[in-house]
């Protein structure tokens, strides 16, 4: 089978919510996914089965027995396998055809050039505490006309936040600076991620650690998080409705039955919820 058959065949379910059009214009976009843990890992396999044609990827980690509960590549059989080169395995299983560029060191300035090249989305599927190659990446996309997104799982709830070259940039939004200190960066992180912070009416905090870097993390939520993330990711690509970026935030959390959306605003207190 050639790609032309094989790709309207494996895609033809997508049709009556995409157009044959809409499919060739995900075949053709190119995503960028820092991450291929609970939240990248699967945002890089929702974004296959949706179409997506071409990936860059990245991850220096290996999979490690307490990823089990929530990261799509993590099983028994990947246990101490880098993340990138498994979940690499997994995509190509799906679409053969599929064009991949896999980054399985740690990303930093001398290599995000090349991680973003050509790209149309860039997905933040990295971990929370890793503030500062975050900061990076967001803030050069940013500067090379890169929309891109982050989806937070907290709790069982999922954050949505899109950033677009001509919007309030990630610092601005989140109030982050070269000058503060780390822990104060990741405060800052997580107030911006989630304003009416749904999630703390059960969550308990001494299951988080600053020191070793770890905190409660469901499989539910990653998955809420991807529906979010990818949903957006079509529409940046094929602009079906008009965009809602930073300073505009969502949280949606089933657990407490909730919606909440909003976006910053001054005087009278930072955020504005609905």
Not at 12 to 22: A, I, K, M, Q, Y
Not at 104 to 118: H, R, V, Y
Not at 133 to 151: E, H, K, M, Q, W
């Amino acid at each position: 089978m050639d790609e032309k058959e094989f790709y309207q065949k494996a895609f033809s379910r997508n049709l009556g919510l995409t157009t044959p059009e809409d499919q060739e214009k995900l075949k053709n976009s190119r995503i960028a996914i820092a991450g291929m843990g609970g939240v990248g890992g699967i945002h890089l396999i929702t974004l296959a089965r949706l179409g997506i044609g071409k990936f860059n990827i990245a991850d220096p980690d290996i999979f490690e027995l307490p990823n089990i509960n929530r990261q799509y590549g993590a099983n028994t059989k990947t246990l101490g396998i880098n993340k990138a080169d498994v979940m690499l395995g997994m995509i190509k299983d799906l679409n053969p055809f599929l064009e991949v560029r896999n980054f399985s060191t740690a990303l930093n300035k001398e290599n995000i050039e090349d991680f973003l090249k050509d790209v149309d989305v860039f997905i933040d599927g990295m971990d929370f505490f890793s503030i500062d190659i975050r900061r990076l990446l967001f803030n050069r996309a940013g500067a090379l006309g890169i929309p891109a997104i982050t989806a937070g799982p907290l709790g069982f709830s999922s954050t949505l936040h899109v950033f677009t070259p001509d919007g309030m940039s990630f610092d601005d939004y989140f109030d982050i600076n070269e000058k503060m200190p780390y822990t104060e960066k990741l405060v800052a992180f997580a107030v911006g991620l989630a304003p009416s912070a749904t999630h703390m009416k059960y969550l308990k905090l001494d299951f988080v650690s600053l020191k070793e870097r770890t905190a409660p993390s469901l499989a539910s939520a990653c998955n809420l998080c991807s529906a979010l993330a990818a949903t957006e990711t079509v529409n940046l690509i094929l602009k079906k409705r008009p965009l809602k970026a930073a300073p505009h935030y969502f949280q949606f959390d089933p657990f407490c039955q909730v919606y909440k959306k909003g976006y910053p605003f001054i005087p009278g207190g930072r955020f504005r919820t609905f």
